[in-house]
């Protein structure tokens, strides 16, 4: 309750709040007191704001699962694997809570908030002119010693994030480029662009989703993604107050772009816009990597549209405390999860154009069914496959950073990068264990859980199957909810 109470005082402050369709507050709360907490946090913003929020709390969410269930009775198994919150409740639902904002908001567009943010921008502070193409997850980094240093360092932007993000998401490439910079595209603007990226963009390429970077905490968890950072984030994390150590620990950081960016695929970003009057998929309900997964799905089903990644950043700030000492020490060699599911399905995508979206969800379900229907032993290989590919990419991105270490002199970064050398170099040398995924339960045997993995695998193949479906039957619903006051808090 308290960031949440924190997130509606910031956007009672940014204003604006009267141009947008609805707002409302999803509440994945386990706990009914802070449900209830909530609740009455959404009532009392409500006589503040401009705009009325709806609370979308346990009740609400199973009212929407009852009706869906009702109007569409042989797609349960797929509501319940998707929406239900009791079938997850032992687990982290992160997905679970983005799908049900996807069913409230169909045929608009949809920009989703993380609750420990604030509803306001922060510049980048080395901000640069025109726009990049296809730097993909490759943000820049910039570190503090301390909140106190992070907030005195910030430039903070007339534009709240909500104005922000429906600046270009629903629009087409052309469009965004005109919005997002008057000069144009020229040689810099593509420097270092891949020609595949490119074949796939055509000016009436359409925006479906929009990002932004963080400004505190990075959200991400671990801190391999260290070794992908460009030479100017690196000179400025060794040159912070403690070096790469106390960088890797404290967690205070503007993590973003200096300028607007062009890519095919979204990455992590704690205020999302999605153009959810197109067909997107559905995100898979538990797990960490759900944003990963989601943004693999949409490059197979919209191979032609592209992802804007703003050059502002949200202020990200978890109450709890998160990260800690000794981070440096941290594994770095990637593990099994949804990021591989991810990679297994764009590897697979087809790039031809003129399929319709719908048709390539159902070839999407068919692939994971086909996954879900193999032999435990062939499935093992298809994990091991995938997950030595993401450590021949790691040994490559680390290789290139010793090769330029040395000019840096910083032997911190140095015994870091040999290290990850070293840790993934072993990892490809000996066959993955799949109970190492972070979230298995201890007492399950390596047959179990490739059985659970099948099983769970068929489970989302039948729920994207049935998508299009649940996506109709829900605006449905919702408008009828609003509409009769269902979700007033």
Known sequence: ?????????????????????????????????????????????????????????????????????????????????????????????????????????????????????????????????????????????????????????????DTDPLSGHAQCLGMNLSQAITQLDAGGINQTTLHNTGATMLDTLQADSPILVTQCGSWGDPGTTGTNWFIGLDPKSIVRVLAAPGGLPGTLDNRHYWLGRNNPDISKMAVMSQVTGLDN???????????????????????????????????????????????GRNAAR????????????????????????????????????????????????????????????????QLRQLSQQLQQAPELGSQDWETYLQRGVENVSSALQTPTNVLDIPGVPAQLTEEELLMKFKTVMGEFSTALAAWPAIREAAATITGTMLECGDLAP
Not at 23 to 32: T, Y
Not at 298 to 310: G, I, K
Request: hydrophobic share 40%; net charge negative.
């Open 330 to 393: 941290e594994p770095i060699a990637a593990q099994i999860g949804l990021a591989s599911c991810a990679r297994y399905l764009t590897d697979r995508t087809d790039f031809e154009m003129g399929v319709a979206p719908e048709t390539r969800l159902q070839k999407l379900a068919l692939q994971l069914q086909e996954l879900s229907q193999r032999k435990a032993g062939s499935l093992l290989a298809t994990l091991r496959n995938g997950l030595a590919l993401e450590h021949a990419d």
């Open 1 to 157: 309750p308290a960031a949440v109470e924190r997130l509606l005082d910031s956007m009672l402050r940014a204003g604006s709040l009267s141009r947008h369709d609805e707002l409302l507050l999803v509440d994945d709360s386990r706990d009914p007191a802070n449900g209830e907490q909530n609740r009455e946090l959404v009532a009392k913003f409500n006589l503040s704001s401009t705009k009325n929020m709806h609370y979308v709390g346990a009740a609400e969410q199973h009212k929407l699962l009852q009706q869906l269930i009702a109007a569409i009775p042989e797609h349960e198994a797929a509501i319940r694997f998707l929406i239900d919150r009791e079938r997850w409740a032992q687990q982290k639902s992160y997905g679970l809570a983005r799908t049900m904002c996807l069913l409230l908001s169909v045929d608009y567009r949809c920009i989703v908030l993380d609750d420990d943010v604030l509803c306001s921008t922060v510049m980048p502070p080395n901000r640069g002119d025109g726009i990049t193409f296809g730097k993909g997850s490759n943000r820049e980094l910039a570190c503090y010693a301390s909140e106190h240093e992070l907030f005195q360092n910030a430039q903070f932007s």
């Open 277 to 323: 009057s197109q067909l997107l998929p559905p995100y898979f309900p538990i797990f960490r990597g759900e944003d990963y997964l989601f943004a693999s799905m949409v490059v197979c089903l919209h191979p032609s549209a592209a992802v804007v990644d703003y050059n502002w950043c949200v202020p990200h700030l978890p109450l709890e405390q998160r990260g």
